[in-house]
Structure formats: C-alpha cells, structure tokens
C-alpha cells in the first residue's frame, strides 16, 4: 500500500504534470490569485471569462491541486459549512439564509455543466447523498437533522429520511438502522476536476506560475523568493495553509482529514453491496467518515485522523500515521464485511481550513485590494465554485446577486494563541470520539455531544 505522495487521485492520472514556470523578477497583473486550489482556480476561470481583456496571475506554492483540492472524497457537496443561525444572523443585511442554500444546491449543476462544456467527464456522477444511522443514537441525529431543515426552508425533495428496508434497497451497510438521502450531491475524481479547471483557465489566458510560495502578501503586491507581482486586486486562496503566511495565523486552522482507498473490488462483492446509484456515503458519527463508490470500482473512505498539528503544521504531501489508517480500515470493514478480503491501495491527509466559527467568508477590499475567500471545512469542492464566482462580481463591481449572499463580508472571530489552540481541538475531537464511543452502547444521543456541538459553535 501506498501511503502519501499527494494520495490515491494524483497517482491514478500518473501524477502532477511538469510544473509550469515559477515567478521570477518583478511583474505585474490585473489580478493576483496566491493558491492554485478550487477557489483560486475558479476565481481565475471566472474572472478572465467575463472579461476577457484582464491580465490575471496566478501564484501557486507547489502544484496546482497540491493541497485539498487534489486529496478529498470528492462529494461535490450543495450543503455547505457552519450552522444556520450563524448566516441567518446577516440576513437582514443581506439576501438570506435559503437564498444562498438555493444558489449552493444549484452550484452542484453549475459544476456539472462546466464539465460538459469542457469535454471533461471527470468521474461526476450526480447520485446524491446518503448518510447512514449505525446505530440507535445516530438515527435520531438524522432524523433530527431531517426535522431542522425542513424547518429552515428544506422539503422532502431536497432531503428525506430512509427507513431501513429503503436505504437497503440502495446499498447494504451492515448494522445501518435508516438513514436519510439528499439529491444535491454528486461524486467526482478531484483530481480530474483540477485538471479540467485549470486547462480551462489557461486556455482563456490565465498565467499560472508553479513552484511560487508567496512569502507575503502585501497591498497591491505580493512577494515570492524569485520575484514580486503587483496587482490591483490580491486574492488570497490558500484555505488550510493560510497560518503560514505573516499575521495570518489565527485566521483559519489546518485541521486534517484522512483517506484510504481499496483495491478494485470484485463484482461478487458490489452485487452484495449494491450502491448502484453511486451516492456519495457518509454516517451520522460526531466523528463522521465520508466515502465514494469510485468509477473504476473501489471504495475510498475518510475521515478524521490526527486533528490538527501543533502550531498549525500542514503535513507536507500527506503521510498518514498507521494508527489512522487502521482506524479508518475497521470503519471499513465494519460498514462493509465484504470488503475484508480487499487489499488497501492508498493512504494519504490533507488539510482544510476551518474558522473560529465554522462559517465560510468571501470578501473584498477595495481600499488594500486584498480579496478572499475560504473556511469551508470539509465542504469545499462546490462551495470554492461559488465562491470564485461571488470573487469575480465583487472584482468587477457587478451588480449581482451572489454579493449579497450571507457569506459576503462576514469576518470571523480569530482563533486562540497556541498551545491552547492545539488542546482545543484536540481535545474537541477526543471527547467527540468518546461520545461516538457512548452511542454504542446507548439509544439516545449522547448529551456530551450536544453540548461539544454549542462550545464549539459547529452546529
Ligand atoms: C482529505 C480531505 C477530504 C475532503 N473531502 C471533501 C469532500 O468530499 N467534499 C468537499 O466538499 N470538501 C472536501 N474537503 C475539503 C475541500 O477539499 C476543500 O475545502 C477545497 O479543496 C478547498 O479548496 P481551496 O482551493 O480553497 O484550498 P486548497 O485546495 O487547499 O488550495 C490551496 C492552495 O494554495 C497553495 N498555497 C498555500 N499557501 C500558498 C502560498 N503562500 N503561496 C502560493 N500558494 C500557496 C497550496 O499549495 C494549495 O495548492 C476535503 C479535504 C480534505 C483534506
């Protein structure tokens, strides 16, 4: 088994391709976009798109897709990070909390369609979400969860819960009590997506340059060890690496997320399995994991290995402890007995960025031309869609809808200063793994982790 080497995606299309030149000497652009993840590449995409006479530069540390963008599960996700009452508390400023609900589930089709006129299939499969109650305790989070968005503004159509006999007619999970389905989600190779992203980009003329850690980020300018660019507008896109650059390193936190992918599994064992409509996966832990069915027949699987890294540390190109993938390999073998006898292909972590209070924020700031956009947590591939395209209508003083959806101008609270940080959320993510641990063994859901949940402002 692999473990590493920027995970399973990137080793299935043969790795990244030879970099593109870095930045060497001093430039200048219309735009400078620091980050060749989802969100710069989209806001590049956007931007040069609707105004095609833009010079726009891109600014990329590594590889384009080296950081989260190129390691997720690959849910293309409508629903998105942090808990209602956090953007409903700007509604009345703004368009509302359903507005940008609505605009997030049609992101998903918005993507879908960029594919299509790309020629790229990328693996996007459009089969919706199921999440799955393993026990008695989780079956009631779901159906909660299923009460409290019908009570903001969700129907039936858009999420509904599955008795057990309903959810087995799509896939067997063994031990799965009910569980819920949603339409507004599909599965892709994030890698793939990448790829289409940034040919497309190039294509209409955005210079991208590799191998160009910005060291600062300034008004009007940034800095890389070769050279500097000035711009008028800087986008910062760096999600889960943010910490790194100066006075930037309570913004958002690395938290890591782990995956592993098996073998091709035969077809004897998909037949007992089913999963013909190629949902994405997930279950209804505190600590929850998220998987895919993947085009060429394996299972990929995530979920919450070691938290987060002391003095936010980003882990490179994403080794994983063997005690995560253990762990993530009895998930496996728990869900799916089947799949015992499958050899593990991959292990690989990545990071993504997570606000004090777990809400996304877009923004723009004439005055420094500083822009940016991120804290998606473990939803981002749609949302960075959106997001670039909120980027490119603030840009370009559009008027436009999108700038008016609650995650535009929203500042997050700060995180706190190390080590307490570190105790935070690992703490955090050792008493949920110890509330998972209770449920268990009970039927009703346990109250530690209502109670983690108000702390931390997650839900
Ligand atoms: C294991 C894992 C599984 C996940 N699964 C899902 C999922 O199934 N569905 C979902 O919706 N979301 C998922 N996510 C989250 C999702 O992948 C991210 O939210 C999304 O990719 C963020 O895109 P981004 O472009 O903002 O950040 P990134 O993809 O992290 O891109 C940031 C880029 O900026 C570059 N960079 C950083 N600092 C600098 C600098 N100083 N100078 C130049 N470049 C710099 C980095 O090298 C990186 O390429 C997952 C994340 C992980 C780690």
Redesign the pocket.
């Known amino acids: 088994m692999r473990v590493g080497e920027l995970g399973f995606w990137w080793r299935s299309v043969g790795g990244p391709p030879p970099p593109r030149a870095p930045l060497e000497g001093n430039a200048e652009a219309d735009v400078a976009i620091?980050?060749?993840?989802?969100?710069?590449?989209w806001t590049a995409y956007y931007l040069k798109r609707t105004d095609p006479s833009l010079q726009v530069t891109l600014?990329?540390?590594?590889?384009?897709?080296?950081?989260?963008?190129?390691?997720?599960?690959?849910?293309?996700?409508g629903f998105f990070s942090g808990p209602p009452r956090l953007y409903a508390a700007r509604a009345a400023a703004t368009a509302g909390y359903e507005a940008l609900r609505r605009e997030m589930f049609a992101t998903v089709d918005v993507i879908a369609r960029f594919l299509a006129e790309q020629g790229a299939d990328a693996d996007f499969h459009k089969g919706g979400h199921l999440t799955v109650a393993l026990n008695e305790p989780q079956a009631h989070r779901v159906r909660r969860e299923v009460r409290e968005a019908h009570s903001h503004g969700l129907d039936e159509r858009d999420l509904r819960e599955l008795d057990g006999e309903a959810l087995a007619q799509r896939l067997r999970v063994r031990g799965a009590r009910s569980g819920s389905f949603s339409p507004h989600v599909a599965r892709v190779h994030?890698v793939k997506l990448v790829l289409a992203l940034a040919g497309a980009a190039q294509s209409l003329g955005v210079t991208i340059h590799e191998c160009?850690?910005?060291?600062e980020i300034g008004a009007h300018q940034v800095r890389?060890p070769a050279g500097s660019l000035r711009a008028r507008w800087i986008v910062r896109?760096?999600?889960?690496?943010?910490a790194?650059?100066p006075g930037l390193r309570r913004l958002l936190t690395p938290v890591?997320?782990?995956?592993i992918v098996t073998e091709p599994l035969p077809r004897d064992i998909w037949r007992e399995i089913g999963w013909e409509g190629l949902e994405?996966l997930g279950d209804a832990a505190s600590v929850y994991c998220?998987a895919?069915r993947t085009a060429d027949g394996r299972i990929a699987i995530?979920g919450r290995g070691v938290p987060y890294r002391f003095a936010s540390r980003t882990g490179g190109a994403g080794d994983t402890p063997a005690r995560t993938i253990t762990a993530l390999q009895r998930k496996l073998r728990a869900m799916f007995p089947a799949v015992a006898a499958v050899a593990l292909d991959h292990a690989?972590?990545?990071?993504?960025?997570v606000a004090r209070d777990w809400g996304v924020s877009v923004g723009a700031d004439p005055g420094t031309g500083l822009a940016w956009?991120?804290g998606?947590?473990?939803?981002?591939?749609?949302?960075?869609n959106l997001a670039g395209r909120m980027l490119c209508d603030l840009l370009l003083d559009r008027p436009s809808e999108l700038v008016r959806l609650p995650w535009v101008g929203r500042v997050p609270a700060r995180w706190e200063f190390e080590p307490l940080r570190w105790a935070e959320i690992n703490g955090l993510y050792a008493l949920y793994r110890r509330a998972d641990a209770r449920e268990r063994h009970s039927t009703k859901p346990s109250r530690l982790a209502g109670a983690l949940d108000r702390v931390s402002g997650r839900r």
């Open positions: 620091v980050g060749g993840g989802y969100t710069g590449l600014l990329e540390s590594e590889c384009v897709g080296f950081g989260a963008s190129g390691r997720n599960g690959g849910w293309v996700s994030p160009s850690p910005v060291r890389t896109a760096t999600e889960g690496y943010t790194a650059l890591n997320s782990s995956m994405v998220y895919q995530g690989w972590s990545g990071v993504l960025g956009a991120g998606y947590v473990g939803e981002g591939v749609a949302a960075a």
